[in-house]
């Protein structure tokens, strides 16, 4: 299979409080160089690719001049029926750049509204607000998108499960194919972290979070979304190809700084700095931070721990066909605990096991059995 591009626009107009993805504030000099790099590498694309999927940052706050210059560079490599994505928040996304992406090929828009609940917004660092947010979704759809996804976060210290409830049914309510849902996590080095710190904020209690996460789930299934990953839920026909590729441990191009690269075994991290990034592009000099070269093991458990996230789980002969091993055998020291501990469960047919996927306790702690597994 050709690997998926991921391309990363490391601006934003503002960096909310828990974010710890490399962005930072847009300056309009800076970014018409990093588009100019960016073009430069895309050019040397010389084959398929399975999907693009432009993140960031906010690949939105470019404007439409900047975006139109990616997009157009972006054509030679789009194939018919591929998946194609971009990010976009609800105050820098508006009817031109709609009529944009949908004219250089983008048919699948990720819309970062996190929530319905302004005072949520307010806590998180956002810069929109709710009307905001529901903007974004009717233009999307009255521009002709289709395929819509929104992430939502839960699980905000003081929030309370009724306006969880309430968001999720505002959510359903909109024509979206897709939900993500993320529980708020205190990465270091972020603002939040530090107020977690120093005391300002207490985080909810664990078994109120879970809670929440359950009732997105049987919610979101019961209105047709049904969970595909850990996090996210799509109607039928509507899950993030590009995505899947990442936890069937595919390869993947990424460009752009602090993006990752997976490409014949081989993981490549670049350097999480654009101004020097854009040099070096210049220069021709490489943009490699880190890289390492995987094991037949390494790769083998990467792809159980990547694969076991996602609701179908591993079917031990889809294992045995990408891998070369036998699952069981491989991962037989981490099984018998994972299973005692009741977050992973075996699929049987004619008494043999054929699948081993999360039970209902295993995902929530996702994060423990892959760890486990690698
Ligand atoms: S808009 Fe997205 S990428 Fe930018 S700071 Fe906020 S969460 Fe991070």
């Known amino acids: 299979m050709a690997p998926s591009l991921y391309i990363h626009i490391p601006f934003c107009e503002k960096k909310c409080l ?82 944009l992406f949908l004219e250089n090929g983008v048919n699948r828009l990720s819309i970062g509204l996190q929530s319905f609940d302004d005072q949520k917004l307010r806590k998180l660092g956002r810069i929109h607000d709710c009307r905001k947010a529901q903007e974004a979704v009717d233009l999307a759809q009255k521009s002709g998108f289709k395929n819509i996804s929104i992430d939502l976060i839960f699980g905000v210290w003081d929030e309370k ?3 969880w409830k309430n968001e999720l049914q505002k959510a359903v309510s909109l024509p979206v194919k897709h939900i993500s849902v993320y529980s708020l996590t205190y990465e270091k080095s972020t603002p939040l972290s530090k107020m977690l710190k120093n005391g300002l904020i207490k985080p909810l209690e664990d078994e109120a979070v879970a809670g929440m996460y359950e009732y997105a789930v049987d919610f979101l299934e019961g209105r047709g979304f049904k969970r595909y990953e850990v996090s996210n839920f799509a109607r039928d026909g509507y899950i993030c190809r590009h ?13 752009g ?43 083998a458990k990467e792809t159980a721990a990547l694969k076991i996230r996602t609701k179908e789980g591993i079917s031990l002969e889809w294992f045995k ?31 043999k096991i054929k699948r081993v996927s999360l039970t209902k306790k295993g995902f929530l702690f996702c994060d423990i059995v892959s760890s486990e597994l690698l």
Do not use: H, M
Not at 76 to 94: A, C, D, L, M, Q
Not at 274 to 299: D, F, N, T
């Open 18 to 99: 828990y974010c710890d993805f490399y962005s930072l504030a847009s300056q309009e000099k800076l970014a018409a160089d990093y588009v100019r790099v960016l073009i430069k590498q895309i050019r040397r694309i010389d084959a398929p690719v399975s999907s693009i999927y432009i993140g960031g940052g906010t690949p939105s706050v470019l404007g439409i001049n900047l975006l139109g210059q990616l997009l157009k560079s972006l054509k030679k490599i789009i194939t018919p029926g591929i998946e194609f994505t971009i990010e976009v928040n609800p105050e820098s996304f508006s009817k031109k750049s709609a009529e």
């Open 161 to 163: 499960f009724p306006d």
């Open 243 to 255: 995505n899947c590729g990442y936890w069937q441990n595919e390869s993947y191009a990424g460009i």
């Open 257 to 299: 700084p602090s993006a990752v690269s997976y490409l014949d075994g081989v993981r490549k991290k670049n350097i999480p700095d654009v101004k020097e990034y854009i040099a070096r592009i210049k220069k021709g000099s490489s943009v490699i931070k880190s890289q390492e070269k995987l094991s037949v093991v390494q790769k």
């Open 321 to 351: 066909e990408k891998t070369g091993f036998d699952f069981l055998r491989l991962e037989k020291s981490s099984i018998t605990g994972l299973r005692e501990k009741e977050l992973i469960d075996y699929e049987k047919k004619d008494g």
